[in-house]
């Protein structure tokens, strides 16, 4: 009595030190970085309370309930109830086992209860016990008993399977229990002993062990009989595996090794699951499958995030290192700020150390954000995380872990135990299938954006037809119309994680963006007008948004179908998707002209995204009336980042940014739907210079005054920019009509500038007259192309132009809107290569003058004789000089083959400028 005395007083003390010494740890807790996955305060599951002792409990396996309750056993059989006001009730103890694998969990009939498997060496045991009462049925095992149990329930019955050790050959177990009696159904040997849980398939018709020496079998869970297998991996297997929503299965060697077994190859008889090294070692913490579908492994006091595309494993981030040796199967969560957080317990020396890492699968990267250490205590297989819901939110949910001493620990967390194998057995009842047991439906969300500047539509906007698919039952719910961009009233796909998908494809669909009745354009715009189109947006499908921080569901990484139509699985929280939209924008055009009356145009332009890639086809033209001359623009664009829903650009804004172009066409972005006013003015007439597309050397260039009927006073200044390398030279010859008192007032011509006035008297058009037709002689210092995007304003430029129409009186502030049209028009056949006595005809005296300038390095005037090697945008028929490559002037036989292609080519101003009518 004495012994067992001294015995009971030590034990007592232990108890009252570890106890200290845990309350002083509270304090030890370390946020290492700022995160809100646990509470700033009160975390603690009871009531801030972070730990309960199981009287006597040791290396207990917890299963954690909804409300909070939470059931335990220790190693030595002794069963726990620990309720959410956090009393610690004793329910009864199994004689005669030893528990080394955390327990599970079912419902039948009513009753609940915890099955597990003993490890007594020879003597093993299957127990289910009714945690109503403690009572227990047990049936004995041949052997050692380390793979725990797989249990489901069907109907009146609950089906368990388990596994024992011999010494070459394992034994699988099927156990059927009706709530009175436990049997034993069948069995099944195998080629080497099951070390880690046995895996059932979702419909509940394949079983997958895993033996220690590395064959993989697939076994039908009716009769135990092999369907396929062994399949050898190499290496030794003591981690429990994983399976993900495709049914693929995650293993993982002690070397670190991990292997993926794809379902869907399993029949092929050449099949050889595929592997990569991802550890330096791994032992029997458990692999884990977050919602994103990103797998983890741990070993080596460390985590490392996989990825598997098409059947091939590769190291996606990390390997972090946590610390200490992590022998207990850590908890996956995802937080409310939809990142992933990984719970791991570890082991460093005789304590225990919890530490959340988080996870970013954008930037591939893990962040320690909280740790604790655990005194007096190391964790056990059997510490296994679980996680369930409060009872106080819905919304919150705890998790919950043990130590070696028979403490309890639980936290409240801000996040779900979500994803597709996010803790030991799958789910808190560890039943060790995916069991898709989900508190509420998620929803699919598709947001469409345009193309160019990648703005979302703000209403309903692009159309999909989707159907909801079982992928374990392999049925279509009916075909249902959606859209993206739905408003809160918009019926968007919803059902339940990871069991289900969203099957859809995308049509074209019409809509309004900006013609919105009631909306602020229309009222303030519009004035409210009744006449609104039908559509104004029209969208079909582009893509899938590659560079979205939302996942897409064809991104490499994913595995899910990239096109249209397209499978996405539910996942255990919102998921959110953007597709990129080819367009159709309707641009409604009112032109206002001279006088009351108004004509109204509509014109569609189209924008599709792999033109926008390209850089073409986003800029549209809008040209005016003719016959009339423009003289203000006002466009209303759509713009959904504008608190109005569109922008507008005013005249001065449009001239500013380059968006009128020289013949006072709009050059616009197809950026959105349009409404676009333009006033007139009568056209005075226009003033032209048809000029190179090319030159080097001496060239003519055109002058064309073209003047409407009531003209009385013209003038214009035509300046180049001589730095630049362009100087006027002289005029060449005047083509002025015989009008009246008509005459050139004033003719000045510089090395930048060539200025004429015309007037009279007595002078006014009476019809709609060509004044002038000027051919002046103009010197290019360096070659130049304007066959690219070059800007020929840079270079030459109409400085002013004036027309005056009599009975139209302008001030000077007012003479750029009266003013003609202006413009500057390259053409190719102005300057013919290997013309070099400009006489518009390549011949024979051209061909001797190159062979006296053969050899030659020329400069000055004689550049002209340069004309080759050309680029690629040269050619005969039709004729185009493209842009000169060489900077040596230097005359070979490169001038040679350009001059030999160009031989015989003729041309005369008349042929050039008949393409150039009169034009007001």
């Known amino acids: 009595m004495t012994t067992q005395r001294s015995k009971k007083g030590v034990f007592l003390a232990s108890i009252f030190t570890l106890a200290l010494i845990l309350i002083l740890s509270a304090f030890l807790a370390t946020p290492t970085s700022s995160t809100s996955f646990i509470p700033e305060s009160g975390a603690g599951l009871w009531d801030g309370v972070e730990y309960k002792v199981l009287p006597g409990g040791r290396s207990p396996s917890i299963i954690g309930l909804p409300g909070g309750e939470m059931l335990a056993v220790s190693s030595d059989g002794k069963l726990f109830r620990i309720l959410r006001t956090g009393v610690v009730q004793t329910i009864g103890q199994v004689s005669g086992v030893s528990i080394v694998t955390p327990a599970s969990y079912f419902e039948l009939g009513g ?40 249990v489901y329930v069907n109907g009146g019955k609950a089906v368990i399977f388990t596994s024992s050790i011999g010494e070459r050959k394992g034994k699988v177990y099927r156990f059927e229990f009706d709530g009175t009696t436990l049997s034993q159904k069948s069995s099944q040997l195998i080629d080497g002993s099951a070390k880690v849980p046995l895996l059932l398939s979702p419909d509940k018709k394949e079983l997958y062990v895993l033996t220690q020496n590395g064959k993989f079998y697939v076994i039908d869970e009716s009769n135990l009989n092999v369907i396929k297998g062994p399949i050898e991996l190499s290496g030794e297997f003591i981690t429990p595996m994983a399976m993900d929503s495709q049914k693929n299965v995650y293993a993982i060697n002690s070397t670190g090794v991990m292997y993926v077994i794809e379902r869907s190859q399993i029949t092929d008889s050449s099949y050889v699951p595929k592997s990569a090294k991802v550890l330096p070692s791994a032992n029997v913490a458990g692999i884990l499958v977050d919602s994103y579908g990103i797998i983890y492994a741990f070993g080596a006091g460390s985590v490392v995030a996989v990825r598997q595309t098409g059947g ?30 990984l719970v791991i317990p570890s082991t460093v020396g005789a304590d225990g150390v919890l530490t959340v890492v988080s996870f970013d699968p954008e930037n591939k990267t893990f962040s320690k954000v909280w740790e604790k250490t655990l005194r007096g205590g190391a964790f056990t297989i059997t510490s296994a995380l679980t996680s369930s819901q409060t009872a106080e939110e819905t919304a919150m949910y705890y998790f919950a872990t043990s130590i070696s001493t028979g403490y309890v620990y639980a936290w409240k967390m801000n996040g779900k135990p979500v994803g597709d194998w996010p803790m030991y057995g799958q789910n808190r009842e560890r039943s060790n299938y995916l069991s898709f047991v989900a508190e509420e439906e998620t929803r699919i969300t598709i947001m469409a954006k345009e193309p160019l500047n990648g703005k979302f539509f703000k209403l309903p906007a692009l159309k999909f037809k989707g159907k909801i698919f079982d992928t374990v039952s392999a049925t279509y719910s009916p075909e249902t119309d959606y859209l993206t961009n739905p408003g809160k009233d918009d019926p968007v796909p919803k059902s339940y994680p990871a069991r289900y998908q969203l099957s859809l494809y995308f049509e074209p669909y019409g809509s309004r963006q900006l013609f919105v009745p009631g909306s602020k354009f229309v009222n303030d715009v519009l004035g409210g007008t009744p006449s609104l189109p039908e559509t104004d947006t029209t969208l079909s499908f582009a893509q899938w948004d590659v560079d979205s921080i939302y996942k897409y569901p064809g991104k490499k990484d994913d595995g899910r179908d990239a096109s249209n139509p397209a499978n996405i699985t539910f996942a255990y929280y919102d998921k959110r998707y953007d597709v990129i939209a080819n367009v159709k924008y309707l641009w409604r055009i009112l032109h206002q002209l001279p006088g009351s009356s108004s004509e109204q145009e509509d014109k569609i332009v189209s924008l599709t995204y792999e033109n926008v890639e390209k850089g073409k086809d986003f800029v549209e033209i809008v040209k005016p009336k003719s016959g009339y001359k423009p003289f203000d623009w006002t466009v209303y664009m759509w713009d959904p980042d504008d608190p109005k829903g569109y922008v507008v650009y005013d005249k001065d804004y449009l001239k500013a940014n380059g968006m009128i172009t020289e013949a006072l066409e709009l050059k616009l972005k197809k950026s959105g739907p349009a409404y676009i006013r333009i006033k007139y003015t009568t056209s005075s007439g226009s003033i032209r210079l048809i000029m190179p597309k090319y030159a080097y050397g001496r060239t003519y260039i055109y002058i064309l005054v073209d003047a409407a009927k009531g003209a009385n006073t013209i003038w214009f200044t035509l300046t180049t920019d001589t730095a630049k390398g362009i100087k006027f030279e002289k005029i060449v010859s005047e083509q002025i009509a015989n009008i009246g008192t008509m005459q050139v007032l004033e003719r000045t011509v510089d090395s930048g500038k060539i200025k004429y006035v015309f007037g009279g008297p007595l002078f006014e058009l009476t019809e709609d007259t060509r004044i002038a037709t000027i051919t002046a002689l103009a010197f290019f210092e360096r070659p130049i192309y304007f066959g690219t995007d070059v800007n020929k304003s840079d270079f030459i430029r109409f400085e002013e132009g004036f027309i005056q129409i009599k009975g139209v009186t302008a001030s000077p502030s007012e003479t750029e809107d009266l003013a003609p049209y202006r413009e500057i028009i390259p053409n190719s056949k102005v300057f013919l290569l290997g013309d070099f006595d400009n006489n518009g005809w390549v011949n024979l005296d051209d061909w001797n003058r190159l062979v006296e300038k053969y050899g030659t390095t020329v400069s000055g005037v004689d550049v002209i004789y340069n004309i080759g090697p050309r680029d690629k945008n040269f050619s005969v028929d039709p004729y185009d000089p493209g842009a000169l490559l060489d900077t040596a002037n230097k005359i070979d036989q490169w001038d040679v083959a350009v001059f030999a292609q160009m031989y015989g080519m003729k041309t005369t101003p008349e042929d050039i400028l008949k393409d150039y009518p009169f034009k007001k």
């Open 111 to 150: 009753k609940k209860y915890i099955v597990y498997a003993s490890d007594n060496g020879t003597n093993s045991k299957l127990v289910v016990q009714d945690i109503s009462d403690g009572t227990y049925k047990e049936s004995s095992l041949e052997n050692s008993s380390w793979s725990g149990v797989t």
């Open 312 to 341: 091939s494993i590769s190291v996606y981030g990390g390997p972090f290192v946590v610390g200490g040796i992590i022998n207990s199967t850590p908890l996956a969560v995802l937080g409310r700020d939809y990142k992933t957080y």
